[in-house]
C-alpha cells in the first residue's frame, strides 16, 4: 500500500506524458507511446510533427519497416557516487540529496572508464545524485557530446529547452529523468542513521529491512516493491532503445540497478539480496539476438577482455583513436 500511496503522489507530480529521446538521434523511432497506467492512452509519432516536438518514449513494439541502427547494442550501468548523507551514514531512500566530494571523483573516474564505449541515450533517476553521476561521466567521454536532460514538466518546459540546432543536436545526447529508476523509498526509515536505528530496533530486524526481497521497512517499499516499477520502466522504455541499436547508459541507485541485474542476469530473489554494487563502477552489458551477455566492468587490466568480447566496440574505439589523433 505505501508503494502505491508513494508513486501516486509522484506521478501526479508529473504529466502523463514520456519523451521521445530519438528525437537527439540521427534515426528517430517513430513508434506509438504505450504507457502501463490504463487510464493514460496516448498515441504519437515523429511523423506527425507536433507543435511543441515533444519527445516520446517508445513502446515495447518496433515496427519491422523500421531499418536498426545495428544488430547488437551496448548497456552500460552506473550506481551513483557517494552522497552526502552516504557520507553521514542515514537512510537516504527517495530524499534528495547531492554527491560528495568523494561522490564527484567516483563519477569522474567512472566517466574515465567507460570513455571509449558509445553512449546515444541516458537514463537516470529523478533524484540529483544519480544526475550528477551521469553528467560527469560524460564529462570524461572521448565522443565530447553534451549531455542534455530532457523537461517534459509543462509545454513551456519543453518549449523553452527546444534546441533548434540540427548540427548541435547531433553534438548531443538526451538525458531522461525517470521517478521509476529512484532508490527504492525507506519510509520511515529516512534521514534516521543507520547505526542508531540498529541500536533501536535490532540488527536483524534493519538487515531484514535492508537486505530482505519481501519484507518493507516501515511504510516504505521492499526491493521487490522497486523491482516492480524498475523493470517494467526498463521493459517499456529502454530495452526498446537498445533493441533499435541504441547504445544506453544508466545511472541510478543500488536497489533500482540490483533489480534490472535480476531481470537482466535472471538471478532468484535470494541471489538479488546478496548483490553488491560498488559507487561508481560500470557494468558492461551487450544486447545482441535479444539476450543480454555480460561483460564485466571495463576498467584496468580487464579493459582489454571487455573490448575483445565485440567486434563493434573495437571498432568504436579505433574510431574515436583515429577522429581524435
Avoid at 70 to 77: D, F
Avoid at 83 to 109: H, M, R, Y
Avoid at 213 to 219: G, M
Wanted: charged share 25%; with cysteine.
Amino acid at each position: 500500500m505505501a508503494t502505491v500511496v508513494s508513486q501516486q503522489a509522484i506521478t501526479s507530480q508529473r504529466p502523463s506524458s514520456n519523451f521521445k529521446a530519438s528525437h537527439f538521434l540521427k534515426e528517430p523511432l517513430n513508434v506509438p507511446i504505450k504507457l502501463r497506467q490504463k487510464q493514460f492512452k496516448i498515441q504519437a509519432t515523429a511523423s506527425q510533427a507536433p507543435l511543441l516536438d515533444p519527445v516520446l518514449s517508445p513502446s515495447k513494439t518496433i515496427p519491422q519497416s523500421y531499418k536498426k541502427k545495428s544488430n547488437e547494442a551496448s548497456l552500460i550501468l552506473i550506481r551513483h557516487g557517494e552522497s552526502l548523507w552516504n557520507e553521514k551514514n542515514l537512510f537516504t531512500g527517495c530524499v534528495d540529496v547531492p554527491l560528495t566530494e568523494k561522490g564527484v571523483a567516483e563519477a569522474i573516474q567512472a566517466g574515465k572508464r567507460i570513455s571509449n564505449i558509445p553512449v546515444d541515450l541516458i537514463f537516470t533517476s529523478s533524484l540529483i545524485r544519480a544526475q550528477m553521476t551521469a553528467m560527469l561521466a560524460m564529462t570524461q567521454h572521448r565522443c565530447k557530446k553534451v549531455p542534455i536532460i530532457l523537461h517534459d514538466e509543462s509545454e513551456k518546459a519543453q518549449t523553452w529547452s527546444h534546441v533548434f540546432s540540427e548540427e548541435t543536436r547531433k553534438q548531443s545526447i538526451p538525458v531522461i529523468a525517470a521517478w521509476q529508476l529512484n532508490e527504492r523509498m525507506y519510509g520511515e526509515l529516512q534521514g534516521l542513521n543507520k547505526e542508531e536505528t540498529a541500536e533501536r530496533y535490532g540488527t536483524q530486524q534493519v538487515h531484514e529491512w535492508r537486505r530482505s526481497y519481501h519484507i518493507p521497512p516501515p511504510k516504505g517499499e521492499s526491493l521487490e516493491m522497486c523491482a516492480e516499477r524498475a523493470v517494467a520502466y526498463f521493459e517499456d522504455n529502454i530495452q526498446p532503445e537498445l533493441a533499435f541499436g541504441n547504445n544506453v547508459l544508466i545511472a541510478a541507485h543500488g536497489n533500482s540497478l540490483r533489480s534490472i541485474i535480476m531481470y537482466l542476469d535472471k538471478l532468484t530473489s535470494q541471489e538479488v539480496t546478496s548483490l553488491e554494487l560498488s559507487t561508481g563502477l560500470p557494468l558492461l552489458y551487450i544486447f545482441k539476438d535479444r539476450k543480454f551477455m555480460r561483460r564485466g566492468s571495463p576498467v584496468g587490466p580487464t579493459e582489454a577482455g571487455v573490448y575483445a568480447y565485440t567486434k563493434r566496440l573495437a571498432q568504436y574505439r579505433q574510431k574515436l583513436d583515429e577522429t581524435l589523433t
